[in-house]
């Protein structure tokens, strides 16, 4: 069985040792980011490459191509697409699901068409006037039922392009008021105000995966982030949440968490989480994730079955009157 957690890499192509790596410790999953990413045809090789060095055919590959300032796969190669909040501003309620449920079956046909089978979208986070700029014009709305709606839509134009989603930041990180890429956020509100971040994931709890969030919640757990929280995790996310599905921890290399590699990975999968996430492709940090992370068995490789078994192959789409269509809501919306 594969282990529990995901990787990256280094760059364009997989080298040696990154090959042997991944022979070796067999991850459940790889992600990319702009650094490894050129054009089409390399993309393709990279993987392919791969799921040749894991031995499975479905290994899943992800990316974060939410639209706006996260695109990791952007011009002159692919299309732009408009950021979530800019889609939700622009266009009235039904219109507005219509677009993001077509920017989203337009980047699974990118994504698909490369390789890739998760997107880590949609982002569920509830906007506030004082939301960090890390989220910013990710955040749909600060309308949980707007968030909601808006997030289904994603999940639907994914899932049509045989592409997964993954919800993020859950339990909600519209409430952070710093960058968990730089530092823990701390977030002081009562159980009864978090309900209102908890309702999005609540409402789409039936999806495969999601991603956690590196934000501490006083009200919950004083002493661990979500990420690392056995109680954030078993209250709200199973709890509270319902959520059942495959939950990664985001990023185990950003500055949130403290401390040895091999200790934040332990940490994760203790608290609960079934996947750990390691994204910078350096390979001495992702061999203390690996040493760590366990092979995936019980309900985490359930979860992670199902969350496979949940990418079929793409729907029937023109691509060339979905990208006209495009064309036509970004010229409304005054985006590029």
Same mark, same amino acid.
């Given at each position: 069985?594969?282990?529990?957690?995901?990787?990256?890499?280094?760059?364009?192509?997989?080298?040696?040792?990154?090959?042997?790596?991944?022979?070796?410790?067999?991850?459940?999953?790889?992600?990319?980011?702009?650094?490894?990413?050129?054009?089409?045809?390399?993309?393709?090789?990279?993987?392919?490459?791969?799921?040749?060095?894991?031995?499975?055919?479905?290994?899943?590959?992800?990316?974060?191509?939410?639209?706006?300032?996260?695109?990791?796969?952007?011009?002159?190669?692919?299309?732009?697409?408009?950021?979530?909040?800019?889609?939700?501003?622009?266009?009235?309620?039904?219109?507005?699901? $219509?677009?993001?449920?077509?920017?989203?079956?337009?980047?699974?046909?990118?994504?698909?068409?490369?390789?890739?089978?998760?997107?880590?979208?949609?982002?569920?986070?509830?906007?506030?006037?004082?939301?960090?700029?890390? /989220?910013?014009?990710?955040?749909?709305?600060?309308?949980?039922?707007?968030?909601?709606?808006?997030?289904?839509?994603?999940?639907?134009?994914?899932? $049509?392009?045989?592409?997964?989603?993954?919800?993020?930041?859950?339990?909600?990180?519209?409430?952070?008021?710093?960058?968990?890429?730089?530092?823990?956020?701390?977030?002081?509100?009562?159980?009864?105000?978090?309900?209102?971040?908890?309702?999005?994931?609540?409402?789409?709890?039936?999806?495969?995966?999601?991603?956690?969030?590196?934000?501490?919640?006083?009200?919950?757990?004083?002493?661990?982030?979500?990420?690392?929280?056995?109680?954030?995790?078993?209250?709200?996310?199973?709890?509270? /949440?319902?959520?059942?599905?495959?939950?990664?921890?985001?990023?185990?290399?950003?500055?949130?968490?403290?401390?040895?590699?091999?200790?934040? $990975?332990?940490?994760?999968?203790?608290?609960?989480?079934?996947?750990?996430?390691?994204?910078?492709?350096?390979?001495?940090?992702?061999?203390?994730?690996?040493?760590?992370?366990?092979?995936?068995?019980?309900?985490?490789?359930?979860?992670?079955?199902?969350?496979?078994?949940?990418?079929?192959?793409?729907?029937?789409?023109?691509?060339?009157?979905?990208?006209?269509?495009?064309?036509?809501?970004?010229?409304?919306?005054?985006?590029?």
């Amino acid at each position: 069985m594969p282990k529990a957690f995901i990787c990256g890499c280094a760059g364009l192509v997989l080298d040696a040792e990154e090959r042997a790596f991944l022979r070796r410790e067999d991850p459940w999953g790889l992600i990319l980011f702009k650094r490894n990413v050129a054009d089409r045809d390399q993309v393709r090789a990279l993987t392919r490459l791969f799921r040749e060095c894991v031995g499975r055919p479905n290994a899943p590959v992800l990316i974060d191509q939410e639209g706006g300032r996260v695109q990791r796969m952007a011009p002159p190669h692919w299309r732009a697409y408009p950021a979530a909040a800019a889609i939700e501003a622009g266009l009235g309620p039904s219109r507005a699901e $219509a677009a993001a449920r077509l920017v989203a079956r337009l980047i699974a046909f990118d994504l698909a068409e490369v390789g890739i089978t998760v997107d880590c979208a949609p982002v569920l986070d509830v906007a506030e006037p004082e939301t960090h700029a890390a /989220i910013g014009s990710r955040a749909f709305s600060s309308q949980p039922e707007r968030v909601a709606a808006m997030g289904r839509a994603v999940a639907e134009g994914l899932f $049509a392009g045989g592409v997964a989603p993954v919800v993020k930041h859950m339990p909600g990180h519209g409430r952070a008021r710093a960058d968990s890429h730089h530092e823990l956020p701390v977030v002081d509100a009562a159980w009864d105000a978090l309900k209102r971040d908890f309702a999005p994931f609540a409402a789409l709890n039936d999806l495969p995966m999601a991603m956690s969030a590196h934000v501490l919640y006083t009200a919950i757990d004083k002493r661990h982030p979500a990420t690392a929280s056995s109680i954030v995790v078993a209250k709200v996310m199973r709890g509270e /949440i319902g959520f059942d599905g495959l939950i990664l921890s985001d990023d185990v290399s950003m500055k949130a968490l403290k401390g040895p590699y091999e200790e934040r $990975a332990a940490a994760i999968i203790d608290a609960g989480l079934d996947i750990v996430l390691h994204c910078n492709g350096e390979l001495d940090q992702a061999r203390a994730v690996a040493f760590a992370a366990p092979q995936l068995s019980g309900s985490s490789l359930r979860r992670a079955e199902a969350a496979l078994a949940s990418i079929s192959g793409p729907q029937p789409f023109d691509v060339e009157q979905g990208v006209r269509q495009l064309a036509a809501i970004t010229a409304e919306l005054g985006v590029a």
